[in-house]
């Protein structure tokens, strides 16, 4: 699997990406041409606080789709519902979803990542315990939670360790962590530690994988080889679904971009359209008013009055 050897997709071609979603519909839940992903109905409520509400999203096989929107939108628990680490409070009154024609509605985490759909996972504690190598030897029984810990070195690979300790090597090497193969994980830089939690994912061979905030913490130097290495994902025809607070790494690499607020997916589109869409505007402004949406060109004088206006009110509430 080394980069060279590494088959292109067709949709490695920003033209062909391009041209593939020229066509889709920019109304929220609107169908794809080839989803691989396809949610229905997922509602998840926190005592009477409904955190999710989602009526129906399509994610499409082989492009990058950022899944973006303010604090407490939602997005890491619809993470949690369709990987099955968390449960929708409407698992009896129709919610379902389906991956790659699978259905997952009723699914175990560790068999969502077997049908091919693998989140990364932020270092825990006992993770960071561990050594570079062995976290990668976790990611090969499929999923590294923190659950399954329990069942570390019971191995499920035995007999074949050689071959994927092979793999993990591979895969270090790639993500440039092979010399700290033997390191505990605890000791990473913000930057290497990402690359391992992408690196690890990557040991079940996924056919989507999930980020969530995949840049948080990490600094400027490895930015770049962390969006190179999420575009090549990308290339090699592995489709990407991540949830990122940074706007200008969402304009960079998102083929599609994916916003929820208050739990439900108020817009979808091209980066561009989507970031001057005004309910998108309008989101954000609601939640928190300082964010960088990456363009300045958005900070129109309507929107910086706009912004002034809700500044002013809030002071005069807390005098
Ligand atoms: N286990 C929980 N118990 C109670 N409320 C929760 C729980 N998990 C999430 N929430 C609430 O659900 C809402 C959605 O949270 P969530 O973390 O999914 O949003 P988010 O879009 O990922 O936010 P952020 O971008 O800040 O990470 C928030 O109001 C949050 O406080």
Same mark, same amino acid.
């Given at each position: 699997?080394?980069?060279?050897?590494?088959?292109?997709?067709?949709?490695?071609?920003?033209?062909?990406?391009?041209?593939?979603?020229?066509?889709?519909?920019?109304? @929220?839940?609107?169908?794809?041409?080839?989803?691989?992903?396809? #949610?229905?109905?997922?509602?998840?409520?926190?005592?009477?606080?409904?955190? #999710?509400?989602?009526?129906?999203?399509?994610? &499409?096989?082989?492009?990058?789709?950022?899944?973006?929107? %303010?604090?407490?939108?939602?997005?890491?628990?619809?993470?949690?519902?369709?990987?099955? *680490?968390?449960? @929708?409070?409407?698992?009896?009154?129709?919610?379902?979803?389906? *991956?790659?024609?699978?259905?997952?509605?009723?699914?175990?985490?560790?068999?969502?990542?077997?049908?091919?759909?693998?989140?990364? *996972?932020?270092?825990?504690?006992?993770?960071?315990?561990?050594?570079?190598?062995?976290?990668?030897?976790?990611?090969?029984?499929? &999923?590294?939670?923190?659950?399954?810990?329990?069942?570390?070195?019971? %191995?499920?690979?035995?007999?074949?360790?050689?071959?994927?300790?092979?793999?993990?090597?591979?895969?270090?090497?790639? *993500?440039?962590?092979?010399?700290?193969?033997?390191?505990?994980?605890?000791?990473?830089?913000?930057?290497?530690?990402?690359?391992?939690?992408?690196?690890?994912?990557?040991?079940?061979? %996924?056919?989507?994988?999930?980020?969530?905030?995949?840049?948080?913490?990490?600094? @400027?130097?490895?930015?770049?080889?962390?969006?190179?290495?999420?575009?090549?994902?990308?290339?090699?025809?592995?489709?990407?679904?991540? #949830?990122?607070?940074?706007?200008?790494? #969402?304009?960079?690499?998102?083929?599609?971009?994916?916003?929820?607020?208050?739990?439900?997916?108020?817009?979808?589109? %091209?980066?561009?359209?989507?970031?001057?869409?005004?309910?998108?505007?309008?989101?954000?402004?609601?939640?928190?008013?300082?964010?960088?949406?990456?363009?300045?060109?958005?900070?129109?004088?309507?929107?910086?009055?706009?912004?002034? &206006? &809700?500044?002013?009110?809030?002071?005069?509430?807390?005098?």
């Amino acid at each position: 699997m080394s980069e060279s050897t590494m088959a292109r997709s067709d949709l490695a071609d920003p033209t062909a990406r391009r041209a593939l979603m020229a066509g889709v519909d920019t109304t @929220p839940g609107s169908t794809k041409p080839d989803p691989i992903l396809v #949610v229905d109905n997922i509602v998840r409520q926190f005592g009477g606080m409904t955190a #999710v509400d989602v009526e129906h999203l399509e994610v &499409q096989r082989g492009i990058i789709t950022a899944l973006i929107g %303010p604090n407490g939108a939602g997005k890491t628990t619809f993470f949690n519902l369709i990987t099955g *680490f968390d449960r @929708p409070s409407s698992a009896k009154t129709g919610a379902h979803w389906s *991956f790659d024609g699978a259905t997952l509605d009723k699914t175990s985490a560790s068999s969502v990542a077997k049908a091919g759909m693998v989140r990364t *996972f932020q270092l825990t504690k006992a993770l960071s315990r561990m050594t570079v190598m062995d976290n990668m030897m976790l990611g090969a029984q499929g &999923q590294a939670g923190e659950n399954l810990l329990k069942c570390v070195f019971k %191995p499920m690979w035995r007999g074949q360790e050689r071959a994927i300790e092979d793999k993990a090597k591979e895969l270090l090497a790639r *993500f440039k962590l092979l010399e700290k193969k033997d390191d505990y994980a605890g000791s990473l830089s913000g930057g290497q530690r990402k690359l391992l939690e992408m690196a690890r994912a990557l040991m079940s061979d %996924p056919k989507m994988i999930m980020l969530d905030e995949p840049m948080a913490g990490v600094n @400027p130097a490895l930015t770049q080889s962390l969006l190179g290495h999420i575009q090549s994902l990308r290339d090699e025809g592995t489709t990407v679904l991540f #949830v990122e607070h940074d706007m200008h790494v #969402v304009r960079h690499i998102s083929d599609w971009v994916a916003v929820m607020a208050e739990g439900k997916l108020v817009a979808e589109g %091209p980066a561009d359209s989507v970031m001057s869409d005004r309910a998108v505007i309008d989101a954000y402004l609601g939640a928190h008013h300082d964010t960088d949406l990456g363009d300045d060109a958005l900070l129109t004088d309507e929107v910086v009055e706009e912004i002034e &206006q &809700q500044v002013a009110a809030e002071q005069e509430d807390k005098s």
